[in-house]
Structure formats: C-alpha cells, structure tokens
C-alpha cells in the first residue's frame, strides 16, 4: 500500500507565535501514523516551524523554489538556503505563482530541475482555470503543464503531482466526483504513456474535513494539498482522520 498524503498550503497566513500553537495543540495525536503529513509555510515560519514541528511528524515544506542554487536571483529561495535550515521539501507551481507572480511551464521546468538535482522533496501543481474547462481545454492544458514532469523522469519518492482546478481553490466550490476521477486518470495516463513514473497525485481545492473522506477514495487520488482548512489544527486533524479511514 502507498502513503497517503495530506500536505497543508498555509500561504501567507500566520506568524511564529501562531505557528508555535498549531503544533503545540497538534501535539504527538497524528505523529506514528502511517499518513505522510506535511505544512508549506512562508520563507520567514520554515525554520521556528520546523522545530516547532519536531514530535508531530509534520514535514516542513517551502511554498516555492528558485531555480539556482546561488547568484543573481532577488527575492528567491534556493534550496542550498533550504536545506541549509533543514528544509528539504517544496510545492512548484501552485496556480497563486502561475496567475499572479508570472510562473510560467518553463520557469517551473527550471524550477523542478534545480529541486531534483539538490534532492529537495517537491508537490508540482497543475490545474486548469475555468475558462479552460469552459473551453474544454483541461485536457491538453494538464497535458502541457505535466511536460515539465514527463522529461524529467525524476525519482518516485521525489516527487507527487497535485491536481487542483483553479475554480475550486480557496472559493468553496469542490470539483465534483466524476471531474476528480476523469483529471486524476488523465494525469496517471499522461504520465504512464510518456514513460515517467507513476507519481502519486493529490487533489487540492476546496477540500475540507466533511469532503476529504470521499474525496480520497477516487482512484488515483493519494491524498489532498489543502489550503484554508490546514490552518487550525482541529481541522488539520480531522482531515488527517478522513484520509486514515
Ligand atoms: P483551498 O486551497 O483548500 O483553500 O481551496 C488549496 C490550495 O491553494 O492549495
């Protein structure tokens, strides 16, 4: 059996003292299970989270990446930085970076390579918009989106896909059942044909405590990269019971 996974997006949201709450109350109650749990935070929370962390088996991750180890690159992250305050996981390409801070399929492509040649654990985003879908476009958009990926052929263990539809993030409306099953099946097709691994694929958008259980019973879904309800850890909690049942 794979490992689940339940990976929370925390975007801009909390301070340290806040973040030293979440685990405080999170406590040891999710720590030997066999979920893979993880927290993307902002730049300036990695490392008081990832002491904060520390018996809760929560993995701290990085929302973004550059794609250098050093040099020139203002207001980017690199992964020696990461690795040098013990982060070695990342998200790439969460639609927030591709609608608003310009990323594009071949900045994350160079993104994705300098994470793989450091050995930094990565959650690649793709995910259509809703004029996409209108335009019945979701198919050759994740097929484009997933070119990145399909050259790399990067290590199994390195890497797990998530699928969020733009239209489902952050505004409550969840993709449906048949939608969820039809991309996740896509992304495993497009994956299998171009010979790459058969990475693990979440679902993201949307997802809550009351959705998460059936969510996460569709084929090929290995979990969910969930936003506003990762931020308390009741909900943390409930989420990581939906994905243990
Ligand atoms: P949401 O965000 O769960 O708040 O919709 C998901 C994400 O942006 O990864």
Known sequence: MTTKILAGNWKLNKNRNET??????????????PVKKIVATSPTLLESARLAAEQSGVEIYSQN??????????????????????????????????????????????????????EIHTIFCVGETLSERKASLTRALLEEQLKAVCDLKAPRELLVIAYEPVWAIGTGVVAEVPQIKESHAWIAEILAKSGAPAYQILYGGSVKPSNFSEISKIPYVAGGLVGGASLDPKSFLELHAALML
């Not at 709450?21 to 109650?29: D, P, R, V």
């Not at 608003?100 to 160079?110: A, I, L, M, P, W």
């Open 65 to 118: 990446i550059a794609w250098d180890a050093s040099g020139a690159w203002t207001g980017e992250i690199s992964p020696v930085q990461l690795k040098d305050i013990g982060i070695s996981g990342t998200l790439i390409g969460h639609s927030e970076r591709r609608q608003f801070f310009g990323d594009t399929s071949e900045s994350c492509k160079r993104r994705l390579e300098c994470a793989m040649k450091h």
């Open 20 to 33: 030293r709450e979440f685990f405080k109350a999170l406590g040891t109650q999710a720590a030997s299970s």
